[in-house]
């Protein structure tokens, strides 16, 4: 069994994880590891969020479309804008608009050079 990198289903389906169990009985993952790096996790505190429902249902159909728990889906959108890293949406969103910024600057660069 090659084990390959798709998306996280969660639940994993019971006979899913006997076949993973089995597999890493029988294999040695040593050489794997050998280059990892131990990672401390961070300490987590709770908190209460009052969202409206209607965005709650939202957040969690979205989180099902990718397999997600809907917690886990909320904490990684409010770690990576706490960190400054924009959402995907967000990024495609904004380099549509640098190459439309751009394309519209070149046409009035180039009207301003025929004028001068």
């Known amino acids: 069994m090659t084990m390959t990198k798709h998306s996280e289903q969660v639940p994993r389906p019971g006979a899913e994880l006997e076949e993973l169990a089995e597999y890493y009985d029988s294999h040695d993952t ?4 050998e280059h990892g790096e131990w990672i401390e996790p961070q300490p987590m505190a709770t908190t209460s969020l ?12 979205q ?3 990718r397999h997600v728990r809907y917690t886990s889906y909320v904490r990684s959108i409010l770690e990576r804008t706490a960190r400054g890293d924009a959402l995907p949406e967000i990024a ?9 910024e751009r394309a519209v600057t070149r046409g009035h660069d180039a009207d301003d050079q025929k004028t001068a």
């Not at 040593?30 to 590891?33: C, D, F, I, L, V």
């Not at 965005?55 to 969690?60: A, H, N, P, R, S």
């Open 30 to 33: 040593s050489g794997e590891m």
């Open 50 to 61: 009052r969202l409206p429902a209607d965005v709650i249902d939202q957040l969690k159909q």
């Open 63 to 65: 989180a099902r479309a």
């Open 92 to 100: 495609d969103i904004t380099e549509r608009l640098d190459r439309i």
